[in-house]
């Protein structure tokens, strides 16, 4: 089997890749609580012959699939979680609520990403089997990416011990290769307990919870002026001690998540954070318990992986899109409120250049048809504003990851419009696409298990004997998002 006949053995299976993305869309699980979506993969990949181990890291939702023997290992990440409160039509040009129980929805794709990695890991497969050769792949199924960095728990009780490579991909609005670093972040809740009483008659013996998650965020907000310009600090009041005014709030709660560059920056803000906190506690008299919810380290990208994903990229046909898909994608489009120029900004480092003659490319079009640029120069460094748990997988392991265009131009990650389109036949396309192009990367370290020496030799380059160390407490489970 050669690589032009593991394209066509994709082909042959996506129909049940399809039917596995989309019963998946239909679930829409959150975080840790996959328990149908999960189930589904084990399935499909026993059927393939893959060996299952279950509930990984303690993780009900957390499995790794495992076929073949000896080196080299490689490692494949997938997703299949979803966001809470995002529930839409599927194909639908405009915001509706799907006609289901459940009110959440995939609005980052995952169940797209979970079956596009499927795919490539089933080719590998079957590229091992018809060759006789030797080496392991090993699909990792990773809970809760979305609030819950299920990757970031796994790194920390080892998991991924033993892989020489890891690849994977994410779905988004243009084909290239993510060549970025990605923000660390921490994700903290913050419980005040005061002492209730009438608001009227005996105010004075009240102490107010919600008081004192009002100053806090007041001091965080005063912060954000004292801090490097590349942090994020975002919070949610996630109880509000009840609905009568007339009743002092005895308990209130705040979750906050605190992003940075690298992890030690995360850390000095989340210590100043607790601080203001602690000061909110004192000025209210009220009592209060900082729980440690999840971490997630920045990603450390890797040249040498991502060559290897942009050379498979770069011989793939690109997908034909019928008349009604165009049609379909071009009125997304004009519900979206971002700029083609935004997206390319953000893959592309802000290379004036590149975003302007990428944004000359796709003038006119809802679908990305093109490759964006990959830039070899190792002392090059874009950091992406957003965060993702494969940081913890990236200090570990040689990582490198892909996006291929699953959903029209400008379409806003965590928005309907994408929901919408992740049950589109355009998004399935896409992640055909993707597994494509990382079960060929595969292939290659396979065929010149050189690259993962060299891999290997490039993340400690970067890394600068700086080991990895876990920022959650041993101490801390994962916890679904209804559970916080």
């Known amino acids: 089997m050669n690589k032009s006949q593991m394209s066509n053995y994709i082909d042959d299976i996506k129909n049940s890749l399809t039917c596995l993305s989309d019963n998946v869309w239909d679930y829409a699980e959150t975080a840790f609580e996959e328990y149908k979506s999960v189930e589904i993969f084990k399935n499909l990949l026993e059927s393939h012959g893959f060996s299952i181990q279950d509930k990984v890291a303690d993780i009900d939702t957390a499995f790794v699939a495992s076929y073949g023997t000896g080196k080299p290992v490689i490692g494949i990440l997938a997703e299949y979680d979803a966001l809470s409160g995002m529930s839409q039509k599927a194909n639908s040009v405009t915001q509706e609520p799907a006609e ?9 794709g995952h169940n797209l990403l979970g079956a596009g990695s499927l795919g490539a890991a089933l080719a590998v497969k079957e590229y091992l089997e018809k060759n006789n050769k030797p080496g392991t792949i090993k699909l990792f199924g990773c809970p809760g990416e979305e609030g819950g960095s299920g990757k970031a728990f796994m790194a920390r009780d080892n998991v991924f011990d033993g892989l020489d490579v890891a690849f994977c991909w994410h779905p988004m609005s243009l084909n290239g290769v993510l060549d970025l670093s990605f923000l660390a972040n921490y994700q903290i809740l913050y419980k005040f307990k005061g002492v209730s009483a ?11 919870a919600l008081d004192a998650v009002e100053l806090m965020n007041v001091g965080v907000n005063f912060l954000r002026e004292h801090v490097i310009q590349e942090a994020r600090v975002h919070y949610a009041i996630t109880n509000t001690g009840g609905f009568s005014p007339n009743v002092v709030q005895a308990q209130a709660e705040v979750l906050y998540l605190i ?14 954070i607790n601080k203001i906190a602690q000061g909110a506690a004192l000025m209210t008299e009220t009592e209060l318990e900082i729980d440690f919810v999840k971490a997630c380290a920045n990603v450390v990208p890797n040249k040498c992986l991502g060559r290897v994903l942009y050379d498979n990229f770069a011989v793939q046909n690109f997908p034909k899109y019928s008349d009604e898909e ?11 409120r971002r700029k083609v120029e935004t997206d390319l900004s953000m893959i592309l480092g802000g290379n004036k250049k590149d975003v302007a003659e990428y944004s000359k490319k796709l003038a006119g079009k809802s679908l990305c048809d093109v490759l964006l640029p990959f830039y ?45 389109q992740a049950k589109s036949s355009i998004g399935h396309k896409g992640f055909i696409l993707a597994s494509k192009v990382i079960a060929g990367a595969c292939i290659d370290v396979l065929e010149n298990p050189e690259i993962a020496e060299k891999a290997k030799a490039e993340l400690k380059r970067r890394l600068e004997d700086r080991p990895y160390k876990s920022a959650i407490p041993q101490n801390v489970k994962p916890r679904a998002i209804s559970k916080l």
């Open 376 to 420: 070899d120069d190792e002392s090059v460094e874009f950091i992406l504003p957003g965060s993702s748990d494969v940081g913890d997988v990236s200090w570990l392991v040689p990582t490198a990851q892909i996006s291929a265009a699953s959903y029209s131009l400008c379409t806003a990650e965590h928005s309907w419009q994408l929901v919408s």
């Open 326 to 336: 165009l049609a379909f994608a071009d009125a997304i489009l004009k519900t979206c």
């Open 198 to 208: 009438h608001a009227a008659a005996s105010p004075h013996l009240g102490r107010s």
């Open 259 to 272: 992003r940075a560059p690298k992890t030690f920056q995360v850390e000095e803000i989340y210590q100043r």
């Open 100 to 108: 289901s129980k459940t009110k959440n929805g995939h609005g980052c």
